[in-house]
Nanobody, 122 residues
Framework: EVQLQASGGGLVQAAGSLRLSCTAS????????IGWFRQAPGTEREGVSC????????KYVDFMEGRFTISSDIAKNTVYLQSDSLKAEDTAVYYC???????????????WGKGTQVTVSS
């Protein structure tokens, strides 16, 4: 059974940083793309970034690259999302998800973990 556990969220002041972690189990970690998505109240879930750990290929959605950096540690079955220069509009529940394909679209992800809340105070 594919399981994904997101952690690392919390309350941070604007311009601050957080590192989110997504620990995976139940599947061969480096054969899946693992991605981060977020959803603010009243909005659709949107992609942030995805990574295929096997070869380190990454995909960033829209203008997410620059303030968000995705990385992975195959030995720990964990994908990280380093979030810097956070803004109030980054406030959302952040989810990690897995897919065989590196499209980084919510509709293409086949397994989802429970989210972790990130709140940025201005």
């Amino acid at each position: 059974e594919v399981q994904l556990q997101a952690s690392g969220g919390g309350l941070v002041q604007a311009a601050g940083s957080l590192r989110l972690s997504c620990t995976a189990s139940g599947f061969t970690f480096d054969t899946y793309a693992i991605g981060w998505f977020r959803q603010a109240p009243g909005t659709e879930r949107e992609g942030v970034s995805c990574i295929m750990s096997r070869d380190g290929v990454t995909k960033y959605v829209d203008f997410m690259e620059g303030r968000f950096t995705i990385s992975s540690d195959i030995a720990k079955n964990t994908v990280y999302l380093q979030s810097d220069s956070l803004k109030a509009e980054d406030t959302a529940v952040y989810y990690c998800a897995a897919s065989r394909r590196l499209l980084c679209l919510p509709g293409t992800m086949t397994s989802w973990g429970k989210g972790t809340q990130v709140t940025v105070s201005s």
